[in-house]
Protein backbone atom coordinates (compact mmCIF):
# COMPACT_ATOMS: atom_id res chain seq x y z
CA UNK A 1 0.00 0.00 0.00
CA UNK A 2 3.06 2.47 0.60
CA UNK A 3 4.28 1.85 -2.68
CA UNK A 4 0.82 3.12 -3.86
CA UNK A 5 1.28 6.24 -1.62
CA UNK A 6 4.88 6.59 -2.97
CA UNK A 7 4.12 6.69 -6.51
CA UNK A 8 1.30 9.33 -5.80
CA UNK A 9 3.60 11.43 -3.62
CA UNK A 10 6.36 11.20 -6.66
CA UNK A 11 3.61 11.90 -9.28
CA UNK A 12 2.67 15.21 -7.11
CA UNK A 13 6.22 16.44 -7.23
CA UNK A 14 6.70 15.76 -10.82
CA UNK A 15 3.75 18.42 -11.20
CA UNK A 16 4.34 20.49 -8.38
CA UNK A 17 6.11 23.42 -10.28
CA UNK A 18 3.07 23.52 -12.08
CA UNK A 19 0.50 23.72 -9.57
CA UNK A 20 0.70 26.97 -8.05
CA UNK A 21 -2.12 29.42 -8.04
CA UNK A 22 -3.23 33.02 -7.46
CA UNK A 23 -6.48 34.43 -5.95
CA UNK A 24 -7.35 36.92 -8.50
CA UNK A 25 -10.64 37.52 -9.17
CA UNK A 26 -13.79 38.51 -6.54
CA UNK A 27 -17.49 38.45 -7.27
CA UNK A 28 -20.48 39.94 -4.52
CA UNK A 29 -23.65 37.75 -4.76
CA UNK A 30 -22.87 37.11 -8.33
CA UNK A 31 -21.43 40.00 -9.84
CA UNK A 32 -17.62 40.34 -10.96
CA UNK A 33 -15.79 43.29 -9.79
CA UNK A 34 -13.11 42.58 -12.43
CA UNK A 35 -9.79 41.30 -12.79
CA UNK A 36 -7.05 41.36 -10.30
CA UNK A 37 -9.35 44.49 -9.14
CA UNK A 38 -9.53 45.25 -5.41
CA UNK A 39 -6.92 41.94 -4.64
CA UNK A 40 -3.19 42.11 -3.89
CA UNK A 41 -1.66 39.75 -6.44
CA UNK A 42 2.00 38.80 -6.37
CA UNK A 43 3.51 37.92 -10.44
CA UNK A 44 4.63 35.00 -9.15
CA UNK A 45 2.31 31.95 -8.11
CA UNK A 46 5.04 30.92 -5.16
CA UNK A 47 3.91 29.36 -2.02
CA UNK A 48 4.62 30.21 1.27
CA UNK A 49 6.22 27.48 3.85
CA UNK A 50 7.17 29.18 6.78
CA UNK A 51 4.13 29.55 9.07
CA UNK A 52 6.47 32.24 11.22
CA UNK A 53 6.88 34.28 8.62
CA UNK A 54 5.09 37.51 7.72
CA UNK A 55 4.39 36.89 4.09
CA UNK A 56 1.88 34.51 5.35
CA UNK A 57 -0.39 37.36 6.08
CA UNK A 58 -0.99 38.52 2.39
CA UNK A 59 1.86 37.85 0.22
CA UNK A 60 3.96 39.82 -1.38
CA UNK A 61 7.20 40.03 0.31
CA UNK A 62 9.19 36.65 -1.45
CA UNK A 63 6.10 37.45 -4.23
CA UNK A 64 6.50 40.50 -4.91
CA UNK A 65 3.00 42.32 -5.48
CA UNK A 66 1.78 42.63 -9.21
CA UNK A 67 2.35 46.80 -9.95
CA UNK A 68 0.82 49.12 -9.94
CA UNK A 69 -1.38 47.39 -6.94
CA UNK A 70 -4.44 47.81 -6.90
CA UNK A 71 -6.65 50.66 -4.92
CA UNK A 72 -9.49 49.77 -5.45
CA UNK A 73 -12.08 48.85 -2.50
CA UNK A 74 -14.75 46.39 -3.43
CA UNK A 75 -18.53 47.47 -1.90
CA UNK A 76 -19.56 44.22 -0.04
CA UNK A 77 -23.23 44.30 1.87
CA UNK A 78 -22.38 42.14 5.71
CA UNK A 79 -24.64 39.59 4.96
CA UNK A 80 -23.86 39.06 1.27
CA UNK A 81 -22.18 35.97 -1.04
CA UNK A 82 -18.48 36.44 -2.21
CA UNK A 83 -17.01 34.59 -4.89
CA UNK A 84 -13.01 33.92 -4.70
CA UNK A 85 -11.86 32.85 -8.14
CA UNK A 86 -8.84 31.04 -8.41
CA UNK A 87 -6.51 30.31 -11.62
CA UNK A 88 -2.52 29.31 -12.25
CA UNK A 89 -1.49 32.78 -13.65
CA UNK A 90 -2.69 36.07 -13.62
CA UNK A 91 -3.79 35.35 -16.86
CA UNK A 92 -7.16 33.56 -15.77
CA UNK A 93 -8.75 30.64 -16.74
CA UNK A 94 -6.70 28.21 -19.64
CA UNK A 95 -9.30 25.33 -20.10
CA UNK A 96 -5.69 23.78 -22.21
CA UNK A 97 -3.71 23.79 -18.75
CA UNK A 98 -3.78 20.91 -16.83
CA UNK A 99 -2.88 22.86 -13.55
CA UNK A 100 -5.01 25.75 -13.91
CA UNK A 101 -6.56 26.72 -11.67
CA UNK A 102 -4.48 23.94 -9.22
CA UNK A 103 -2.48 20.72 -9.78
CA UNK A 104 -5.24 18.26 -8.57
CA UNK A 105 -1.98 16.53 -6.42
CA UNK A 106 -2.39 19.57 -3.90
CA UNK A 107 -5.08 18.76 -2.02
CA UNK A 108 -5.67 20.39 1.41
CA UNK A 109 -8.33 22.64 2.71
CA UNK A 110 -9.81 25.97 1.59
CA UNK A 111 -10.14 29.16 4.67
CA UNK A 112 -11.04 32.69 3.97
CA UNK A 113 -10.51 35.11 7.16
CA UNK A 114 -11.80 38.79 7.50
CA UNK A 115 -9.81 41.80 9.44
CA UNK A 116 -11.03 44.86 10.39
CA UNK A 117 -8.24 48.06 9.06
CA UNK A 118 -8.46 51.79 9.24
CA UNK A 119 -7.54 51.74 5.66
CA UNK A 120 -8.15 48.94 3.50
CA UNK A 121 -5.22 49.90 0.94
CA UNK A 122 -2.74 50.29 3.49
CA UNK A 123 0.19 47.76 2.82
CA UNK A 124 1.06 47.67 6.71
CA UNK A 125 -0.47 44.37 7.78
CA UNK A 126 1.15 43.03 10.66
CA UNK A 127 -0.66 43.27 14.06
CA UNK A 128 -4.02 42.66 12.23
CA UNK A 129 -6.67 40.92 14.01
CA UNK A 130 -8.16 38.07 12.28
CA UNK A 131 -11.60 36.11 12.38
CA UNK A 132 -12.20 32.79 10.03
CA UNK A 133 -15.50 33.10 8.37
CA UNK A 134 -15.19 29.95 6.27
CA UNK A 135 -13.32 26.58 6.20
CA UNK A 136 -13.58 23.56 3.66
CA UNK A 137 -11.38 20.63 4.84
CA UNK A 138 -11.81 16.96 3.92
CA UNK A 139 -14.98 15.21 3.69
CA UNK A 140 -15.74 11.57 4.78
CA UNK A 141 -14.91 10.57 1.20
CA UNK A 142 -11.77 11.58 1.63
CA UNK A 143 -12.37 14.68 -1.06
CA UNK A 144 -10.78 17.89 -0.27
CA UNK A 145 -11.82 21.76 -0.51
CA UNK A 146 -9.11 21.95 -3.21
CA UNK A 147 -10.94 19.21 -5.41
CA UNK A 148 -14.39 21.18 -5.23
CA UNK A 149 -12.67 24.29 -6.05
CA UNK A 150 -11.00 22.28 -9.03
CA UNK A 151 -14.49 20.91 -10.03
CA UNK A 152 -15.80 24.20 -9.69
CA UNK A 153 -13.36 25.95 -12.32
CA UNK A 154 -11.39 27.75 -9.64
CA UNK A 155 -14.38 29.39 -7.72
CA UNK A 156 -15.08 29.20 -3.83
CA UNK A 157 -18.35 30.78 -2.43
CA UNK A 158 -19.20 31.83 1.28
CA UNK A 159 -20.79 34.56 3.11
CA UNK A 160 -19.39 37.47 5.09
CA UNK A 161 -21.30 37.54 8.07
CA UNK A 162 -24.61 39.72 8.77
CA UNK A 163 -23.53 40.67 12.63
CA UNK A 164 -20.23 42.47 12.02
CA UNK A 165 -19.73 46.03 11.88
CA UNK A 166 -19.42 47.99 8.84
CA UNK A 167 -15.85 49.87 7.75
CA UNK A 168 -13.49 48.14 5.77
CA UNK A 169 -11.72 45.05 5.75
CA UNK A 170 -9.02 42.70 4.59
CA UNK A 171 -10.59 39.47 3.34
CA UNK A 172 -7.77 36.63 3.51
CA UNK A 173 -8.43 33.57 1.03
CA UNK A 174 -5.97 30.66 1.46
CA UNK A 175 -5.54 27.05 -0.10
CA UNK A 176 -3.17 24.97 2.28
CA UNK A 177 -1.74 22.14 -0.21
CA UNK A 178 -0.77 19.15 1.96
CA UNK A 179 0.96 16.74 -1.04
CA UNK A 180 4.55 17.43 0.82
CA UNK A 181 3.34 17.78 4.41
CA UNK A 182 4.37 15.00 5.84
CA UNK A 183 7.20 16.53 7.35
CA UNK A 184 7.90 20.34 8.04
CA UNK A 185 8.49 23.14 6.01
CA UNK A 186 6.46 20.70 3.75
CA UNK A 187 2.74 22.35 3.17
CA UNK A 188 2.33 25.02 1.00
CA UNK A 189 0.30 28.08 1.74
CA UNK A 190 -1.42 30.16 -0.97
CA UNK A 191 -2.74 33.10 0.08
CA UNK A 192 -4.27 36.80 -1.33
CA UNK A 193 -6.06 39.88 0.30
CA UNK A 194 -8.48 41.71 -1.23
CA UNK A 195 -9.52 45.38 -0.12
CA UNK A 196 -13.56 45.74 1.09
CA UNK A 197 -15.42 48.26 2.30
CA UNK A 198 -18.49 46.53 4.09
CA UNK A 199 -21.79 48.15 4.40
CA UNK A 200 -24.99 47.25 6.70
CA UNK A 201 -24.37 44.45 9.40
CA UNK A 202 -24.70 45.24 13.27
CA UNK A 203 -22.35 45.38 16.25
CA UNK A 204 -20.44 41.53 16.58
CA UNK A 205 -16.90 41.83 17.42
CA UNK A 206 -15.63 38.28 16.73
CA UNK A 207 -12.55 36.66 18.74
CA UNK A 208 -9.63 37.02 16.59
CA UNK A 209 -6.27 35.88 16.16
CA UNK A 210 -2.63 36.89 14.46
CA UNK A 211 -0.98 35.67 11.46
CA UNK A 212 1.69 34.59 12.23
CA UNK A 213 0.57 33.15 15.31
CA UNK A 214 -2.56 31.26 14.29
CA UNK A 215 -0.76 28.38 13.06
CA UNK A 216 2.12 26.33 14.25
CA UNK A 217 4.40 23.72 12.16
CA UNK A 218 3.33 20.84 14.27
CA UNK A 219 -0.54 21.51 13.95
CA UNK A 220 -2.04 18.27 12.56
CA UNK A 221 -3.79 20.09 9.68
CA UNK A 222 0.01 21.19 8.89
CA UNK A 223 2.23 18.13 9.60
CA UNK A 224 0.42 15.38 8.26
CA UNK A 225 0.56 12.53 6.02
CA UNK A 226 -2.77 12.56 2.94
CA UNK A 227 -1.18 9.44 1.23
CA UNK A 228 -3.48 7.28 3.74
CA UNK A 229 -7.34 6.41 4.47
CA UNK A 230 -7.64 9.36 7.00
CA UNK A 231 -10.29 8.71 9.72
CA UNK A 232 -10.97 13.12 9.91
CA UNK A 233 -8.93 16.12 9.06
CA UNK A 234 -8.53 19.10 11.73
CA UNK A 235 -8.19 22.29 9.67
CA UNK A 236 -5.94 24.86 10.89
CA UNK A 237 -6.80 27.88 12.84
CA UNK A 238 -9.54 28.99 15.18
CA UNK A 239 -13.53 28.08 14.38
CA UNK A 240 -15.31 29.43 11.77
CA UNK A 241 -16.81 32.50 13.00
CA UNK A 242 -21.14 32.78 13.27
CA UNK A 243 -23.07 35.19 14.35
CA UNK A 244 -25.33 33.09 15.99
CA UNK A 245 -22.08 31.29 17.87
CA UNK A 246 -22.42 28.15 16.51
CA UNK A 247 -19.79 26.01 14.41
CA UNK A 248 -20.46 26.82 10.94
CA UNK A 249 -20.54 23.43 8.24
CA UNK A 250 -18.39 23.48 5.18
CA UNK A 251 -20.32 23.70 2.16
CA UNK A 252 -19.94 20.88 -0.17
CA UNK A 253 -19.96 22.80 -3.22
CA UNK A 254 -19.59 26.19 -4.53
CA UNK A 255 -22.35 27.51 -7.01
CA UNK A 256 -20.56 29.76 -10.19
CA UNK A 257 -21.62 33.42 -10.39
CA UNK A 258 -22.14 34.87 -13.34
CA UNK A 259 -20.02 37.20 -14.77
CA UNK A 260 -22.17 40.77 -15.05
CA UNK A 261 -20.68 43.82 -15.22
CA UNK A 262 -20.23 45.61 -12.04
CA UNK A 263 -20.33 49.24 -11.26
CA UNK A 264 -17.06 50.46 -10.39
CA UNK A 265 -15.78 49.90 -7.08
CA UNK A 266 -14.66 53.24 -5.06
CA UNK A 267 -11.02 54.20 -4.83
CA UNK A 268 -8.77 55.49 -2.46
CA UNK A 269 -4.73 56.90 -2.80
CA UNK A 270 -2.24 54.12 -3.41
CA UNK A 271 0.39 53.79 -0.69
CA UNK A 272 3.99 52.67 -0.92
CA UNK A 273 4.15 49.41 -1.11
CA UNK A 274 5.65 47.27 2.52
CA UNK A 275 8.36 44.72 2.23
CA UNK A 276 8.65 41.51 4.64
CA UNK A 277 10.80 38.41 4.70
CA UNK A 278 10.93 35.30 6.27
CA UNK A 279 12.92 35.04 9.62
CA UNK A 280 16.01 33.93 9.72
CA UNK A 281 16.58 30.02 10.73
CA UNK A 282 18.89 27.33 11.43
CA UNK A 283 19.06 23.67 10.22
CA UNK A 284 18.70 21.92 7.33
CA UNK A 285 15.81 21.82 5.09
CA UNK A 286 13.18 18.83 4.98
CA UNK A 287 12.33 17.45 1.55
CA UNK A 288 9.96 19.82 -0.32
CA UNK A 289 10.66 22.58 1.90
CA UNK A 290 11.92 26.03 0.77
CA UNK A 291 15.70 26.01 0.03
CA UNK A 292 16.54 29.17 -1.61
CA UNK A 293 14.96 32.73 -3.88
CA UNK A 294 14.97 36.48 -3.54
CA UNK A 295 14.57 37.74 -0.35
CA UNK A 296 14.57 34.16 1.31
CA UNK A 297 16.44 34.40 3.99
CA UNK A 298 15.44 30.63 5.65
CA UNK A 299 18.44 27.77 5.45
CA UNK A 300 19.31 26.37 2.47
CA UNK A 301 21.01 23.17 3.18
CA UNK A 302 18.90 20.09 2.02
CA UNK A 303 18.30 17.08 4.42
CA UNK A 304 20.33 14.35 3.11
CA UNK A 305 19.72 12.83 0.33
CA UNK A 306 18.12 15.76 -1.32
CA UNK A 307 19.48 19.29 -3.15
CA UNK A 308 18.15 22.68 -3.70
CA UNK A 309 16.81 23.15 -6.92
CA UNK A 310 15.80 26.66 -8.41
CA UNK A 311 12.16 26.79 -9.51
CA UNK A 312 12.57 30.35 -10.56
CA UNK A 313 14.43 33.81 -8.98
CA UNK A 314 12.19 33.89 -6.16
CA UNK A 315 11.55 29.98 -5.07
CA UNK A 316 13.83 27.00 -4.87
CA UNK A 317 12.99 23.69 -3.35
CA UNK A 318 14.44 20.57 -1.73
CA UNK A 319 14.20 18.18 -4.12
Not at 15 to 33: K, R, W
Not at 59 to 79: D, L, W
Not at 119 to 132: E, H, M, P, S, Y
Not at 210 to 232: E, M, R, V, W
Amino acid sequence: MRSCASLFASVALATSALAHTIFQEMYVNGVDQDHITGIRVPDYDGPITDVTSNDLICNGGINPYHQPISTAIISTPAGAQVTAEWHHTLAGADPSDPADPIDPSHKGPVIAYLAKVDNATDLTVTGLQWFKIYEDGMDSDQSWGVDRLIANKGKVSFSIPSCITAGQYLLRVEIIALHAASSYPGAQFYMECAQLQITGGGNTQPATVNFPGAYSGTDPGIKIDIYQTLPSYTVPGPPVFTCDGSSAPAPTSAPAPTSAPAPPPSTSASVPPATSSAPASSGSVAHYGQCGGLTYSGPTTCAAPYSCVKSSDYYSQCL
